[in-house]
């Protein structure tokens, strides 16, 4: 299929299916309304619903008619806490909701490759597992989808992000790091509070917050090398409320980012020893506390090299995308089968998660025959011209 062939009629059922979600935002694991939506469509084309454990998001295949492969495609499903200002005749209905990362784009994406595919479900040699993900923002939710155990079996997923700097209907692809691991810290010095005339009755957990934020800062640039992409931002402190008072406790928040299984779990070191060192040259306690988020996009090269080849034969504009140091929990299935994860120029004069991004919608013109046509050539064992993509 190529952008011309994607009906009318097609569009216009795309058309308004988006304007839906758009004006339905659903924050993570709130996803109730969205969840019912989309399973009303599938119902309606007559596509398999996959049972789901979880409260939200939706499990469907099609296929497997024919032996062959089965493959995932995945999008996600939640909004966030925005108050919407685009301006769109199609705005969120609710206050401080907003479908701000294009998660609306990637679902309706989905829904609309799932209609198209379903019409020659016959014919295709193969099995996909359709994922609609719930809790991408925030709360883990790629990890409770592989939880489920819905990918067991699966031996390829694919992914599309909306990118707000991209031409509409530019491809982005990128082998190998896309993203990075997103994790969080929190540490909390206890120490004696007292008279700031007497420092000396003291144990001053100020001056121990401003040697743990010089130290930490180190460490990207003393323990790691230089040839590891990582940063530590301390993004939040606390402490005190007046001008003469040593207060008695104060908490460090912020967020490290990485690429490297190594590198992540070093900087999680170096921040515990960190901690545990400024607070005993201070006579005071240190509690250092660590959470796991989502860990890095790693493209599987040969997946990437069929999206770019495909999106090539289709006639659309690729090109390669640079890593990024901000997070995507799509890199939770790729811990467990090869994925790559790819992007879709949307031309927003906002960015993502800012109250006026908008998505220009002429992109489901790409990315849904882009869609198609990536399963037919998987299906098919790669594409003609280079066999040994899929080999
Ligand atoms: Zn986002
Ligand atoms: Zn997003």
């Known amino acids: 299929m190529t952008q011309s062939e994607l009906k009318r009629e097609t569009l216009q059922t795309l058309e308004s299916l988006f304007h839906w979600f758009h004006r339905h935002p659903e924050l993570a694991l709130h996803e109730f309304e969205t969840t019912r939506k989309i399973k009303a469509v599938l119902q309606e084309h007559d596509i398999d619903i996959l049972p789901n454990p979880l409260d939200t998001g939706v499990f469907a295949k099609i296929g497997g008619k024919n032996s062959g492969p089965l493959i995932a495609l995945r999008a996600d499903i939640d909004a966030l806490p925005i108050h919407e200002e685009s301006g769109l005749t199609y705005s969120s209905e609710k ?14 994406n989905l829904l609309a490759t799932a209609l198209e595919l379903k019409k020659s479900e016959d014919q295709l040699n193969g099995t996909v597992l359709l994922i609609f993900q719930p809790a991408e923002e925030v709360d883990h939710g790629a990890d409770k989808v592989v939880q489920t155990g819905i990918l067991n079996g699966v031996e390829a997923i694919f992914g599309l992000h909306v990118n707000d700097e991209l031409p509409t209907g530019v491809i982005g692809v990128k082998e190998g790091n896309l993203n990075a691991a997103v994790d969080r810290f929190f540490v909390t010095f206890n120490g004696k509070g007292g008279h700031a005339a007497h420092p000396e009755g003291a144990n ?9 934020i010089g130290s930490a800062q180190t460490i990207v640039s003393r323990n790691v090398s230089p040839f590891e992409p990582s940063v530590v931002s301390i993004t939040h402190i606390e402490s005190g409320k007046t001008w003469n008072v040593l207060p008695n406790s104060a908490l460090l928040e912020g967020t490290v980012r990485s690429y490297d299984k190594a590198v992540r779990e070093k900087i ?3 921040l515990q020893e960190v901690t545990r060192g400024i607070a005993a040259t201070n006579g005071i306690s240190g509690e250092f506390k660590w959470g796991d988020g989502a860990p890095a996009v790693v493209n599987d090269g040969r997946l990437t ?44 004069p906002y960015p993502v998660h800012n109250s006026k991004f908008k998505v220009d919608p002429k992109a489901f013109e790409t990315s849904v025959p882009l869609f198609i046509a990536l399963v037919k050539a998987y299906f098919e064992g790669g594409r003609h011209d280079d066999e040994t993509l899929l080999s």
């Open 305 to 348: 090299r069929l999206v770019e080849a495909v999106a090539r034969e289709n006639h659309f504009e690729v090109v390669n995308l640079e890593p990024s140091m901000g997070g995507e929990d799509f890199s939770s299935y790729q811990q467990i089968i090869p994925g790559t994860f790819f992007n879709v120029g949307v031309n927003s």
């Open 268 to 270: 999680k070191t170096r």
């Open 95 to 108: 206050p401080n909701q907003m479908h701000a990362c294009g998660h609306d784009f990637h679902l309706t």
């Open 204 to 212: 001053d957990v100020i001056v121990a917050t401003g040697e743990f």
